[in-house]
């Protein structure tokens, strides 16, 4: 499996914007970067996915490198409800199966 | 639309007891996914069914742990013969097909204590 790595932890203050970086620089053409988080003692949720372009919806923005061999998740307005631990992950369109999680950034949202 | 239900929440076994794990996915969703959560640690995958099938028990330990996802009922992790290191958090997801494009919708989890 592609690895991603992510910074262990990052702090955000309340209302302002936060920006999750994740490398994945052995990336394949066919790798699809998805995010997730997990909010304490709850199961994993979807944040948001993509494979080339900028993606937005109700909960993030993801921001794709051109290269590809980078992404940012983007929390335009961070919330208390929004500490949680952020996973990247990259699943490959043509064999998605399984994916590797790795150990995600801890946000602590500071009010 | 209910989402991936996982029950019990919380299950305790003594060593060397039997452990069942059930898992309904979202409605329509075909695709079975069990990952196991240590204490501190990230997600790990353990097995990935469809429909009557496994897929892919790369991540299942030899000894002890299966996984079934019949044509009709939930899917079942099973864990013979429980020890303490078996405790964690197991998170059952599912997706309508296997694909990237698709996401993972995720389970509240069981967590198994060993005692």
């Known amino acids: 499996d592609a690895k991603t790595t992510q910074p262990n932890s990052m702090e955000s203050n309340e209302e302002e914007p936060v920006h999750l970086p994740c490398n994945h620089s052995t990336i394949s053409g066919t790798d699809y970067i998805h995010w997730y988080r997990q909010l304490p003692s709850q199961g994993p949720e979807y944040v948001i996915h993509?494979?080339?372009s900028n993606v937005n919806n109700r909960m993030a923005s993801l921001a794709i490198a051109e290269d590809r061999k980078s992404s940012t998740l983007i929390l335009h307005r961070a919330t208390l409800r929004d500490a949680a631990v952020y996973y990247c992950?990259?699943?490959?369109?043509?064999?998605?199966?399984?994916?590797?999680f790795g150990d995600g950034t801890t946000l602590t949202v500071k009010p | 639309n209910a989402g991936v239900m996982q029950n019990p929440r919380h299950l305790v076994r003594r060593r060397g007891q039997e452990a069942r794990l059930r898992c309904s996915p979202v409605?329509?969703?075909?695709?079975v996914y069990w990952y196991r959560q240590l204490p501190e640690e990230g997600l790990k995958f353990m097995v990935y069914?469809?429909?009557?099938?496994?897929?892919?028990e790369s991540g299942m330990p030899k000894e002890r742990f299966s996984a079934e996802f019949p044509k009709e009922g939930p899917s079942i992790l099973r864990i013979q013969q429980v020890v303490r290191g078996d405790s964690a958090a197991y998170f059952c997801?599912?997706?309508?097909?296997?694909?990237?494009?698709?996401?993972?919708?995720f389970g509240s989890g069981t967590r198994l204590t060993v005692v």
């Open positions: 992950i990259l699943r490959d369109s043509t064999n998605a199966g399984k994916s590797t």
């Open positions: 993509g494979l080339t």
């Open positions: 069914l469809q429909k009557e099938n496994i897929i892919d």
């Open positions: 409605k329509g969703h075909s695709h």
């Open positions: 997801a599912s997706s309508p097909m296997d694909g990237a494009y698709y996401g993972y919708t």
